[in-house]
């Protein structure tokens, strides 16, 4: 399985981005997707997920209300819509995908076997 971020980019607080990240090589539906972040000199920390067969999606604290995760089975690809962007958001985003990602583990990297390369993103202020 291999995952292709994209999207990232600069932009000014208070505007809008959207990810994508692209799967390929796997059953697309059987995959639930997350997304997470490293900021520079900081741990990388879970922002969104959703799971397979439309089992749900879970997000941040940081970033519920303001992003929105969503899945396109036919394109097998995930995207992330940041609104309301804060020069907090600003990090490196990744996705990762893994076939079996219970919901008590939804929020931890070590639940995902697969990951994407990473996008950067930067907020101004």
């Known amino acids: 399985v291999q995952l292709q971020a994209s999207g990232g980019g600069l932009v000014q607080a208070g505007d809008s981005l959207r990810l994508s990240c692209a799967v390929s090589?796997?059953?697309?539906?059987?995959?639930?997707v997350g997304w997470f972040r490293q900021a520079l000199g900081r741990e990388r920390v879970f922002v969104a997920a959703?799971?397979?067969?439309?089992?749900?999606?879970y997000y941040a604290d940081s970033v519920k209300g303001r992003f929105t995760i969503s899945r396109d089975n036919a394109r097998n690809t995930v995207y992330l819509q940041m609104n309301s962007l804060r020069p907090e958001d600003t990090a490196v985003y990744y996705c990762?995908?893994?076939?079996?990602?219970?919901?008590?583990?939804?929020?931890?990297?070590?639940?995902?076997?697969?990951w994407g390369q990473g996008t950067l993103v930067t907020v101004s202020s």
């Open positions: 959703f799971k397979s067969s439309n089992q749900g999606t």
């Open positions: 090589g796997g059953t697309f539906r059987r995959y639930s």
């Open positions: 990762a995908a893994s076939p079996s990602v219970i919901s008590s583990t939804v929020t931890s990297q070590t639940a995902y076997g697969y």
